[in-house]
């Protein structure tokens, strides 16, 4: 099998891609050139920065290209029922960026609690303003409350548990649910109640 891969993608699955026999190009094509470059591959996998879009798929009908993979969650650079209708499969692998995605919203959350950004732009201008910058909140025994509670959202549930912040879902009940257990066995320090 013939895959391009146009926005980058992990040297270790590189290799194993690779090592499974398949030929593997890693290229980016600009709008205007992406089409006919898909017509001599089988799989094409991308991220955020190339737009699959009905121009480039009518460009690649009718040639071996038959699948695209976005690595990632969203699928909003592809024109996805456009694809189906002229027979290339739509695939993205939406457990792949849960943990960096929870990861950066608790970073998040500690720089605006601690006037990170904001500091370390002052800084940057040669001011130290220790006093208007030093008087940041704590995260623990704060209430972090989550609407929806998908992959995402339950890995950042279980990391604000483990910094006793206390977590309130709003989500359907069933949902809730199926993501206890994923949230609850990620707890590395203390039990906190996530109620």
């Known amino acids: 099998?013939?895959?391009?891969?146009?926005?980058?993608?992990?040297?270790?699955?590189i290799e194993k891609v690779r090592a499974m026999g398949h030929e593997l190009v890693e290229?980016?094509?600009?709008p205007d050139e992406l089409g006919k470059a898909l017509r001599d591959f089988d799989v094409a996998i991308i991220r955020s920065k190339t737009k699959l879009r009905a121009k480039q798929i009518d460009e690649a009908k009718g040639s071996r290209?038959?699948?695209?993979?976005?690595a990632g969650v969203g699928l909003d650079n592809i024109?996805?029922?456009?694809?189906?209708?002229n027979g290339?499969?739509?695939?993205?692998?939406?457990?792949?960026?849960?943990?960096?995605v929870a990861e950066l919203a608790m970073a998040h959350m500690f720089?605006?609690?601690?006037y990170i950004s904001i500091?370390?732009?002052?800084?940057?201008?040669?001011?130290?303003?220790?006093?208007?910058?030093?008087?940041?909140?704590?995260l623990t025994g704060k209430t972090l409350g989550i609407v929806g509670f998908g992959r995402i959202a339950g890995e950042a549930a279980a990391k604000a548990a483990d910094e006793a912040v206390k977590t309130v879902v709003e989500a359907a009940k069933p949902v809730v649910?199926?993501?206890?257990?994923?949230?609850k066995g990620k707890n590395s320090r203390k039990k906190h109640s996530r109620k």
């Not at 290209?65 to 976005?70: D, E």
């Not at 732009?121 to 704590?138: D, Q, T, V």
């Open 1 to 13: 099998m013939r895959i391009l891969v146009t926005d980058g993608m992990d040297k270790g699955a």
């Open 27 to 30: 290229q980016f094509y600009e």
């Open 65 to 70: 290209f038959k699948c695209v993979i976005r």
């Open 79 to 85: 024109d996805v029922q456009y694809a189906k209708d």
């Open 88 to 100: 290339i499969e739509v695939k993205n692998t939406p457990k792949s960026p849960s943990e960096s």
């Open 111 to 114: 720089s605006c609690a601690r």
């Open 119 to 138: 500091a370390g732009h002052s800084m940057r201008e040669g001011k130290w303003e220790k006093k208007a910058y030093g008087k940041g909140i704590e």
């Open 177 to 183: 649910e199926a993501a206890k257990p994923a949230v």
